[in-house]
């Protein structure tokens, strides 16, 4: 059993471009020995993304909380909001960005089987083919 708080879960991992990834349960045994899944708060700051990539091996669910921000997966943009729910599949290639200009972007996300950085790709992004963003 674990139970958690994100304050206690310490420095968070932050990517190049700016994301805070806060890591509450996962494979390591300090947070549960999770192999099956792993949950993550994530805070994306105003101007930052995290970066465009994929995951070979991992689906990932997102959970809007607080703020919007354009996601774009495969050729498909569009927003992310509280109560929103996207699910990722594995070689999906996605990147997600904060829209606001004054507040932090903060979203839940599961992933199955649990979260390691070696399954992470850098990709490009291919051409929107679909966009939602002008609502």
């Known amino acids: 059993m ?3 708080r994100k304050q206690h879960v310490g420095d968070p991992v932050r990517t190049e471009l700016g ?6 349960i996962g494979r390591p045994s300090e947070q549960g020995g999770s192999s ?3 949950f993550m708060h994530m805070v994306i700051p105003p101007g930052k993304s995290s970066p465009a990539h994929f995951h070979k091996d991992s689906e990932e ?3 809007g909380l607080s703020g919007r921000a354009h996601m ?3 050729g ?4 992310v909001e509280p109560g929103v729910a996207v ?3 594995p070689g999906e290639i996605h990147q997600i960005w904060n829209a606001e200009a004054d507040r932090d972007f903060e979203f839940l996300t599961i992933s199955a089987p649990a979260w390691v950085r070696t399954d992470t790709y850098p990709a490009e992004l291919p051409p929107v083919t679909e966009d939602s ?3």
Do not use: A, G, N, P
């Open 87 to 89: 699910l990722i599949m």
């Open 76 to 79: 498909r943009r569009f927003y």
């Open 19 to 24: 994301q805070e990834i806060y890591e509450m």
């Open 2 to 4: 674990r139970v958690v």
């Open 133 to 135: 963003t002008t609502e």
């Open 72 to 74: 774009q997966i495969d």
């Open 36 to 38: 099956k899944h792993s």
């Open 61 to 63: 669910t997102y959970y």
